[in-house]
Nanobody, 121 residues
Framework: QVQLVESGGGLVQAGGSLRLSCAAS????????VGWFRQAPGKEREFVAA????????YYADAVKGRFTISRDNAKNTVYLQMNSLKPDDTAVYYC??????????????WGQGTQVTVSS
């Protein structure tokens, strides 16, 4: 398993942008898919986006398609989530996940602690 630390969350107005980062430690990061999930208050954790081991393929939830972009830098053991045109419904704790197996909906073996994103109207 890898250890994951998210950063970049915060408070932003509707229509604004944030970029989340997730730094990984461990040798397996670059071999597997990685992804982002989110959990809003009172709701279950939901899938946001995933990217294949080499960055060649990406998959998004319908709710974020066209607004969010996932990317990775295997040389830095880091995955990013660029979030544009943010809406209040995007408010949630965002979690990074790694060691993903299967495509396009990987099952992930490692999880970060989460970073809060709050979008004000």
């Amino acid at each position: 398993q890898v250890q994951l630390v998210e950063s970049g969350g915060g408070l932003v107005q509707a229509g604004g942008s944030l970029r989340l980062s997730c730094a990984a430690s461990g040798r397996t990061f670059s071999f597997y898919a990685v992804g982002w999930f989110r959990q809003a208050p009172g709701k279950e954790r939901e899938f946001v986006a995933a990217i294949s081991w080499n960055g060649g393929s990406a998959y998004y939830a319908d709710a974020v398609k066209g607004r969010f972009t996932i990317s990775r830098d295997n040389a830095k053991n880091t995955v990013y989530l660029q979030m544009n045109s943010l809406k209040p419904d995007d408010t949630a704790v965002y979690y990074c996940a790694a060691d993903g197996v299967g495509w396009p909906k990987p099952l992930f073996g490692s999880w970060g602690q989460g970073t809060q994103v709050t979008v004000s109207s």
